[in-house]
Each structure stands twice: as C-alpha cells, then as structure tokens.
C-alpha cells in the first residue's frame, strides 16, 4: 500500500484524536507554532505526554527540529474558539516564520522553558524532552515530561485543592478524518466502571461511581 495511501487509512480510523498546539523555539530564539493530532497523555505520576511528527518529504519538521535542538517544547489545547486560529498555524512556513505573529496570537513567557505559552489557550503545559525515538523514515516519537501545567480558572470547578475540569467550558476540538474534519466534544454519556464482586458467575453487579 503506498504511505499517503497508508496515512489516511490509519487516520480515519485512529479518531477522534486530541489535538496539541506546540509551540517550539529554535536554538536562535525563534519560535514556531503547528498543531498535532498524533498526541497523547502517557503518565499522571510523573505527567507525560508525547507527540508523534511526521516529516516533510524535503525538510525536518520546525518543530521535531527545535525540540531536538532544545530539548523543550509547550502542549496547548485547542477549544472551539482557537480552531481558525490553529488552522492559520498548520501553514507550511519556512522556519524563520513565527506562526504565532503570523495567526495574530499573543503569548506568554513559560516558567520552566524558553518557549512560549498561547495566552488565549485554556490548557499549556510546559515540557521537557525525555526521549525522542526514531519510529520509522522520517517518523518521530517526542516524549516530553510537563514541569508546569497551567490552567485557566474558567475551566475549573470544585475544590481548589482537588479541582477538576468543567469539560464544557474547555469545549475542546479533536481531529477526524480526512484533510479538514474535526469534532467537537459535546456528545457524551456516561459507563460507570464495574466492581469485581467475586464468585463463579463472575458477577459485577455493583458499579464504581
């Protein structure tokens, strides 16, 4: 099967996928932007995350690029709110190119890292590199342990000391399928998780709230 082939085969069925908007800066200070769908949580107890970045058919991608030279990179989520702007980020720049300037966004000084925060973003999460793995031609596996996680007040609720997130406020969007399909996520329900109660039927009548 040819790659291009492959990739939206895998793509369309690997969905929805959450989306990071990374933000890099090179080994000169210049900082760049893009969105990645191929992104996960991978740990709470130390925070990991990592992202998966294709490359160009000519060029290493800006940001595997800086994140290989520095070691450090910023997750932002993406609400409904910041979608165009996120789009006007996935432009194929050259890397002297701030997307951030270019899409119109302000930002903020990380604490932890030399990139940048979106200020508009709900969710950043400042990381460094622990491991970048070769996945294949071209392919990399960016792991990155999140030394600071700052969220907005707006999308919180509950006890300051546990709090959790109002998921309708965040109004995050995640990629689907094909060149331009996202989704929103606001269709849900709700599987409480069964308890093991023990016995030869296997019987899990009670449920986990």
């Known amino acids: 099967m040819p790659a291009d082939a492959r990739y939206r085969l895998l793509a369309s069925t690997i969905m929805p996928r959450p989306i990071a908007w990374v933000v890099t ?9 893009a969105p990645y769908s191929f992104f996960n949580l991978f740990g709470a107890d130390r925070p990991v995350v990592a992202l ?22 910023v997750v932002n989520l993406v609400p409904h709110a910041l979608t ?19 899409a ?29 793995l070769e ?13 600071h996680a700052h969220y907005d007040r707006r999308v919180l ?3 300051p000391e546990r709090p959790r997130v109002d ?6 969007v995640g990629r689907m399928h ?18 093991w109660h023990g016995g030869q039927d296997g019987g899990a009548a009670h449920h986990k709230e």
Do not use: W
């Open 25 to 33: 800066a090179s080994a000169d200070g210049i900082v760049n932007a």
């Open 52 to 73: 998966g970045i294709l490359a160009r058919a000519d060029r290493p991608k800006d940001t595997a690029a800086n994140i290989r030279a520095t070691g450090e990179f």
């Open 84 to 102: 165009e702007a996120m789009n006007a980020t996935c432009v194929d720049a050259p890397p002297e190119v701030d997307e951030t300037a270019l």
């Open 104 to 132: 119109g966004l302000a930002t903020v000084p990380s604490l932890a890292v030399r990139p940048p925060r979106i200020a508009a973003s709900p969710v950043g999460f400042e990381c460094r590199l622990t491991h970048l």
């Open 135 to 147: 996945t294949g031609p071209g392919q990399l596996l960016a792991v990155g342990e999140v030394l």
């Open 157 to 159: 609720a509950g006890d």
């Open 167 to 172: 998921v309708a406020a965040l109004d995050l």
């Open 178 to 195: 094909g060149a331009s399909a996202y989704t929103r996520t606001r269709d849900l329900f709700d599987l409480h998780r069964p308890l």
